[in-house]
């Protein structure tokens, strides 16, 4: 089935040590959105992609960085990770439909 | 920029009852309109959407929801609810053709007892 993967599932870093967050999608969308929620929040942008193009959110810390190698794959880095940062992290991607989103099932991150 | 409230943050239900989940927000132009469900522990499902034509939607597993222009609302609607309904529900804006941004409420969490 065609689909949008994260991976890990789960992911524990410490303290201003660098992470990757990875998703993949086999949809061949052009669009590629990086969400984060918080507890009992709604899902926040971070940035997205289309095809190559970056669009970075005003409110998105320098701390956030994205890079899209090719169509499938994007990631995303948190350069110092600090314990603010402990969330679920998103991926979705959308197609012709520009509106319409597929979501991956999410990387918990935890900062130790 | 656009914004949307959802004001029930957590509502329980007794399974077979009638379910109303409201959703306005805040746009003075054209929108796009969605909602999405999130299961225990899975990943966000479109449930529907709105883009234009009849103001009343259906959804997959018997929901459906109305767009209310003159009330900015958008609320989702079941007439019998199950125990396998229990989730988060996310409703969720776009704004103007070709702008990719979705919007999220802050989501409300539905517990149905059995």
Redo the contacts between chains.
């Keep these: 089935d065609a689909m949008?993967i994260q991976n890990p599932r789960y992911q524990v870093t410490q303290f201003g040590k660098p992470v990757t967050l990875s998703c993949s999608q086999t949809l061949n969308h052009n669009?590629m959105?990086w969400y984060q929620q918080k507890s009992?929040?709604?899902?926040?942008?971070l940035f997205?992609y289309?095809d190559k193009d970056f669009?970075n959110e005003a409110d998105t810390p320098d701390n956030f960085q994205s890079r899209r190698p090719n169509t499938s794959f994007c990631f995303l880095d948190i350069r110092s990770p600090g314990l603010g940062d402990a969330a679920m992290y998103?991926c979705?991607t959308?197609g012709d439909s520009?509106?319409?989103?597929?979501?991956?099932?999410?990387t918990r991150l935890t900062v130790t | 920029a656009q914004s949307v409230s959802q004001h029930n943050h957590h509502v329980i239900l007794s399974e077979a009852a009638s379910l109303e989940l409201g959703c306005n927000y805040s746009y003075g132009g054209t929108v796009n309109l969605f909602w999405y469900v999130q299961y225990p522990g899975q990943h966000l499902q479109l449930l529907l959407k709105y883009f234009s034509g009849d103001p009343l939607v259906k959804g997959i597993k018997g929901f459906e929801a109305e767009f209310i222009k003159s009330k900015f609302s958008f609320n989702l609607r079941k007439p019998s609810v199950q125990w396998s309904d229990t989730a988060e529900y996310f409703c969720a804006v776009t704004v103007n053709f070709g702008n990719e941004k979705l919007t999220f409420g802050t989501g409300t969490r539905l517990t149905i007892i059995p």
């Design positions: 949008v669009v959105y009992s929040q709604a899902p926040k942008l997205h289309y669009n998103l979705a959308s520009l509106w319409e989103q597929y979501f991956g099932p999410g």
